[in-house]
């Protein structure tokens, strides 16, 4: 995943900019960078890291502008190097255009090819700079309509944020497979991810940006310009599992909400005798308040979390995850010894997060370990911004649930139903994108 954000304001807004970075952090942990425009040029900074080691007093003052864009990143097309960091930088006849991006594309290494083959040379290796070079070549002016012919060329899953001198443009695909978000702090008009940078600013949020929808923010206001033909919604689900933080609210659904009523159905499908009721910090502490408020069994903080350590699913490699899973959490012996517990989390994906904290909690006197997941088994990769490239790294699909419980070492391991799910979103699961749970890809991935 990834994080973008604007906002187009008569003051400075790199300030505001890094604040808001720092409440989407947990996006993405690999770089950040900020884009500013002051009316007549752009400037800009970016590197890898995290956003607070990445800005410095001097660089927050270097960025003078009243509209800017920023964006914090993990990688999925291209890799983790500096040359991949964002806001991406480019000329559309001699004007400078610089963009984040939050998704995947999945026609974008043919896209590259034929640019290539035309003599483009590309100065990253990431899908985000086909997207701005597109936009770049058919811009004659009127940026709305070089957007709209780039999205008829481009694939897959994307939310924009796009600065000119002199103006604010966010856009995202027509399925809205990646949320995007329009709030306003009096005259300032804010785009983000989630609603958390648009609170914390003091503003509120206006609407969720729709599929297929471009906003155009300039002196005279935000204008809103559709596509002839939409599609039907197919908003991300791993959103409301995981990747969201609890306090966002995207396209009608609170994620926190979501999470606790998966634990209540989770429940009711899966009931477990145990002692108590534990979660995997912080995604799953949702979803165990309501396993355990359904059920009557004690709630209980069985393991605690180093917060100076970022998302394990999201590090570059296995041997980080499974060193940050261990700096990550601890187990809290006086809380799980001589207990049979269960254990709430979001998602299974590679299992090898799951393996170890079983063992760890077993390690500290738990007599029992029972793992109940608030998703269902993650089954197919996904093309459209998660780090799941091949099934081969899967664990649901190459073994059985049985198979699985046995691997992890859980005692019993149920998931929720994909009717739970879309029970939990109160929305018809074919709202939502579930490829990842089922194969059902709104894009085609093999479109070529």
């Known amino acids: 995943m990834c994080g973008v954000l604007g906002i187009y304001s008569k003051e400075d807004v790199s300030r505001k900019l890094f604040y808001g970075l720092n409440s989407l952090q947990h996006r993405g942990q690999e770089s950040a960078g900020i884009a500013t425009s002051n009316g007549e040029e752009l400037k800009r900074h ?40 964002q806001p991406l930088m480019g000329f559309a006849r001699g004007e400078m255009v610089a963009l984040g991006h939050n998704g995947n594309l999945i026609n974008y290494q043919i896209l590259r090819t034929r640019l290539e083959e035309d003599g483009m040379m590309f100065q990253s290796t990431n899908d985000s700079e086909v997207i701005l070079y597109l936009i770049t070549r058919y811009y004659n002016g009127d940026i709305v309509e070089a957007i709209r012919t780039t ?28 949320p995007l978000v329009l709030g306003r702090e009096g005259d300032d008009y804010i785009v983000s991810s989630e609603n958390a940078p648009i609170e914390i600013m003091g503003g509120e949020v206006i609407r969720d940006v729709e599929p297929g929808e471009i906003v155009v923010i300039d002196d005279t206001g935000a204008h809103s310009y559709k596509l002839d033909e939409g599609e039907t919604p197919r908003n991300c689900v791993f959103e409301y599992v995981y990747f969201a933080r609890n306090d966002a609210t995207l396209d009608g659904i609170n994620a926190y909400t979501f999470r606790r009523r998966c634990g209540e159905i989770l429940w009711e499908e899966s009931p477990c005798d145990v002692d108590l009721v534990i979660p995997v910090p912080d995604s799953g502490i949702p979803s165990a308040i309501g396993y355990s408020q359904a059920s009557g069994i004690p709630f209980g903080e069985g393991l605690v979390k180093n917060r100076y350590m970022g998302r394990t699913f999201i590090k570059p490699t296995q041997q980080e995850r ?13 809380v799980v010894k001589d207990k049979r517990i269960v254990l709430l989390d979001d998602s299974i994906v590679r299992g090898t997060t799951s393996r170890k904290l079983i063992d760890r909690l077993r390690d500290a006197g738990a007599k029992e370990v029972h793992m109940r997941i608030t998703s269902p088994p993650v089954c197919h990769p996904c093309y459209y911004g998660i780090d799941t490239p091949s099934r081969k790294n899967l664990i649901a699909a190459n073994q059985s649930v049985e198979e699985m419980r046995e691997n992890i070492g859980a005692d019993s391991l149920s998931f929720i139903s994909m009717d739970g799910l879309a029970e939990a979103g109160k929305k018809d699961i074919d709202h939502f994108c579930t490829a990842c749970f089922d194969g059902n890809y709104p894009v085609d991935p093999i479109i070529i």
């Open 46 to 85: 970016r590197t890898m890291g995290l956003v607070q080691d990445v800005f410095k007093e001097s660089d927050i003052n270097m960025l003078e502008g009243s509209i800017g864009i920023g964006h914090v990143r993990y990688s999925t097309a291209g890799g983790a190097h500096e040359f991949n960091t």
């Open 151 to 178: 999205m008829k060329l481009i694939e897959g899953a994307y939310s924009i944020t796009l600065l000119l001198k002199d103006k604010l443009v966010a856009f995202r695909d027509p399925y809205g497979i990646r």
């Open 322 to 334: 499974e060193i940050a899973v261990k700096l990550k959490l601890n187990p809290l012996i006086d």
